[in-house]
């Protein structure tokens, strides 16, 4: 956030950085785009803007900056949000009080302010998010003064807290954590980092994050000392200290994001290659220059799905055997966790086949290759849990229910498959026709179809004595599949 002294000056200002980074705006008043609608191929949303009231009698030139309320809360959405591209914000009075935006980290101030106003400015800005402990102000005039007594008033009033840090402080902890790093680095050259090209720094990660996998603990002892780095090195990141080693923390972050990134559901074949492998960020490319990813971690095949035979023969022959397991591992680990939401039985039983396998990973009780041969085994037995649905006659819905009444294998005994495969298919059916949108929340609404289920179940001779187990998980079932329909 850039606080100037006026609106002409806002506009000057934003006039100077786009003809700097032309790039960084799109046109009068069509820019006003979010990242979706850009993905959706309607625009392009800019990195600057101005946000400032305004009238008809201003010129021309301001036009495209003079927004109605609604236009201005929309852009304050689109900047609290860490991923959308409008990272920058010029203002003169707006979003100084009330707005509340922990993801801004920097304030550029070249506005006279005091008391309330200046308290009140700052902690736009000093919120925590994320690796982000505090933030940065920029003072182009000298507050200083007016801080300590703003600050006097703010202690009196009760408040707690320092609304600064001491840089010395934070320079320290930075080169202490960025000394642990780099010991935990030692026997692994990554000179090419600082020289080399962009392919050459990328086809560093796989190497490195083998050298973090391969120490005691080291994952998590890698990603500890980094989060600390990064945390120290945002609160002095202008100094020479800091950026002498910026470079190398960069480098660090990569390896940190490769180890550490969460898994989370599969929405598309590219989000998902691009997530779990995370091998490459963009900060590493130049602006507009292709990096294969898939090169990187030594995948040659761009187009594959996690369960084809070619894509797991490629994993099995990696070189860096513990990033290929933690690829693999995190790659089924989001593909059970799609299929949970569709089929409960399968999703506990894949789920609890893969904590078991990387238990005994972790506590060193099978080799690397070995949980790579499980884990693939395991990819495999997802596949043919797909081909059992196609030999069984049966849709994903059919089957989900299915898996509910053969859990136990008395009653697959007793019933046989044909017979199961009728009530799977006549349970989807009604249930289908029987749920309300918010039955799951109701009651009497679970109620009825807990009849209906034990009613189908006694008309097809399900066992008695299994019948309150099978009620139970198809219930649980019908649950999550009605929450996929209603979405």
């Not at 100094?239 to 990134?261: H, M, P, S, V, Y």
């Amino acid at each position: 956030m850039i606080v100037c002294m006026s609106r002409r000056i806002c506009v000057d200002l934003y006039n100077a950085i786009i003809k700097l980074r032309p790039e960084w705006a799109s046109g009068a008043n069509d820019d006003d785009l979010s990242a979706c609608d850009a993905q959706a191929g309607t625009g392009k949303p800019c990195v600057a803007k101005i946000v400032m009231t305004g009238s008809a009698e201003d010129g021309p030139d301001w036009q495209q900056h003079i927004r109605n309320k609604e236009k201005r809360r929309k852009l304050a959405v689109r900047f609290k949000d860490p991923k959308d591209p409008f990272k920058i914000v010029i203002v003169r009075d707006m979003w100084l009080t009330g707005f509340d935006a922990p993801v801004l980290s920097t304030m550029y101030v070249d506005k006279p302010m005091c008391g309330h106003a200046l308290m009140q400015a700052i902690a736009r800005v000093n919120r925590v998010f994320r690796d982000k402990p505090g933030g940065l102000v920029v003072d182009y005039l000298g507050l200083a003064d007016q801080l300590k007594y703003a600050l006097a008033t703010y202690t009196q009033s009760g408040g707690k807290g320092s609304p600064s840090i001491d840089t010395a402080k934070a320079i320290a902890v930075m080169q202490e954590k960025h000394e642990i790093a780099c010991g935990m680095m030692h026997g692994f050259d990554w000179s090419k980092w600082h020289t080399g090209t962009s392919v050459e720094k990328m086809s560093l990660l796989p190497g490195a994050q083998e050298h973090i996998l391969e120490q005691e603990n080291g994952k998590e002892r890698f990603v500890q000392v980094v989060t600390a780095l990064s945390q120290a090195f945002a609160l002095c990141a202008g100094t020479d200290e800091a950026i002498a080693i910026r470079d190398d923390i960069g480098f660090f972050q990569q390896i940190k994001i490769a180890l550490a990134k969460p898994r989370s559901p599969r929405k598309t074949t590219e989000e998902l290659d691009h997530a779990v492998r995370q091998l490459v960020a963009k900060a590493i490319a130049p602006e507009g220059e292709i990096i294969d990813v898939f090169q990187a971690a030594g995948l040659k095949q761009p187009d594959i799905s996690i369960l084809s035979d070619q894509f797991l023969a490629e994993v099995r022959g990696l070189k860096y055997k513990n990033v290929a397991a933690e690829l693999l591992a995190k790659l089924l680990g989001d593909e059970i966790k799609v299929r949970s939401k569709r089929n409960l039985v399968q999703g506990r039983e894949f789920s609890e086949m893969l904590k078991k396998t990387l238990n005994a990973y972790h506590n060193r009780a099978i080799a690397t290759q070995e949980v790579i041969d499980e884990l693939i085994k395991l990819a495999k037995q997802l596949k043919d849990a797909d081909q059992r649905g196609i030999d069984l006659g049966l849709n994903d819905e059919e089957v989900a229910f299915y898996d509910a009444l053969a859990q136990n294998n008395s009653a697959v005994e007793v019933m046989g498959k044909d017979n199961l495969k009728v009530i799977a298919t006549e349970l989807v059916t009604q249930v289908r026709k029987s749920v309300t949108i918010d039955w799951t929340l109701r009651e009497s609404a679970r109620a009825k179809i807990k009849v209906l289920v034990k009613r189908i179940l006694r008309k097809h001779g399900y066992p008695p004595d299994l019948q309150d187990e099978a009620t139970k998980l198809v219930l649980q079932q019908a649950e999550l599949l009605c929450a996929e329909w209603a979405a």
